[in-house]
C-alpha cells in the first residue's frame, strides 16, 4: 500500500510579507499591504494601496505573477520607492511530505514491515519497522531502482550511489554511498525499530543526487562489513519496496 500525505493540504505556501507604515500629508492618509503567495511554479503578489482623502477611502489594488525572484523584485522596488516603509516577513510554513509502503518478504524469507519517509524542513527522515527476521544484526540500504519483482530482490539492482564513491559507512571520508543507510539490531522477537535523518535526500525534488523517489529500499540477511566494495557482503536481499509516490 502506497500513498503521500500532504500535512498542509493547500498546495500554496501563504504569508503576509510586508506590512507598510501609514503616511500622512496633510489631509490625505496612505497605506499599502503586500500579500505574497508562492506555490510550486508561480508566485503572485497583490499590492493594496489605501488612501484616506478627508475621510473618504478609496483603495488600489495591483496583481504581480511570475517566477519568485521576479515578483519579489518587483516588490522590492515598490517597497522601496517609500522610505517610511516597514517590511515585516514572517516564517514561511514548509510543505510536510510522506510516504509510506510495506516491506515484502523476499529470498524465502518471511521478514516484512512498514517503512515511512518524512521531508520536512529540508530533511528527510527514515522510520522502519521490521518484524520477521532471525535475531543479529541486519543491513538496510537503498538501492537503485524501485523494482521488487524478482524473487530474490535483484531485480531492484546494485546500491543507490549517483556521486560515484566507494561503498563504507555514512559520513566515512574514504567514501560512502547516498543509499549505504547501515546496520541495526534486532530482538529476540525478530523485530527492529530504524530511524535515520540526511539532509543528503528529498521526496520527489528535481534533484537526482538527493531524490531517494524512484529507489528502493533493501534489508539484507547479515550485516555490512562497511569495507568490502561494492556492497558491503551483507547476504541475501530478505526484504524489499519500492520507494514509490
Known amino acids: 500500500m502506497k500513498k503521500i500525505i500532504l500535512l498542509f493540504p493547500l498546495l500554496f505556501l501563504t504569508c503576509l510579507v510586508i506590512m507598510c507604515k501609514n503616511t500622512k500629508n496633510g489631509n490625505t492618509e496612505t497605506s499599502t499591504e503586500i500579500k505574497v503567495e508562492k506555490t510550486d511554479s508561480i508566485t503572485k503578489a497583490e499590492v493594496k494601496t489605501i488612501k484616506k482623502v478627508n475621510g473618504e477611502v478609496s483603495e488600489e489594488i495591483l496583481l504581480l505573477e511570475g517566477t519568485h525572484e521576479e515578483v519579489m523584485k518587483k516588490v522590492e522596488l515598490f517597497t522601496t520607492e517609500d522610505k517610511t516603509v516597514n517590511v515585516i516577513i514572517n516564517k514561511v510554513p514548509e510543505i510536510i511530505k510522506r510516504i509510506q509502503f510495506n516491506l515484502k518478504p523476499k529470498s524465502g524469507s518471511e521478514t516484512s514491515g512498514l517503512i515511512i519517509f518524512t521531508e520536512e524542513n529540508g530533511s528527510v527522515n527514515l522510520k522502519a519497522n521490521i518484524k520477521g527476521l532471525i535475531p543479529g ?8 531502482k524501485a523494482d521488487c519483482s524478482s524473487d530474490d530482490g535483484k531485480s531492484s539492482g546494485g546500491h543507490w550511489n549517483p556521486t560515484f564513491e566507494n561503498h563504507g559507512s555514512w559520513g566515512s571520508e574514504n567514501g560512502y554511498h547516498r543509499g549505504d543507510i547501515g546496520n541495526f539490531n534486532t530482538n529476540n522477537n525478530g523485530e527492529a525499530s530504524v530511524s535515520f535523518t540526511t539532509d543528503l535526500w528529498c521526496l520527489n525534488c528535481k534533484d537526482p543526487i538527493k531524490n531517494i523517489v524512484g529507489k528502493a ?7 555490512d562489513d562497511l569495507i568490502s566494495q561494492p556492497s558491503g557482503a551483507a547476504g541475501k536481499r530478505i526484504s524489499c519496496a519500492g520507494i514509490i509516490k
Open 137 to 144: 544484526v541486519h543491513a538496510i540500504h537503498i538501492h537503485e
Open 217 to 223: 529500499i533493501i534489508i539484507h540477511q547479515g550485516e
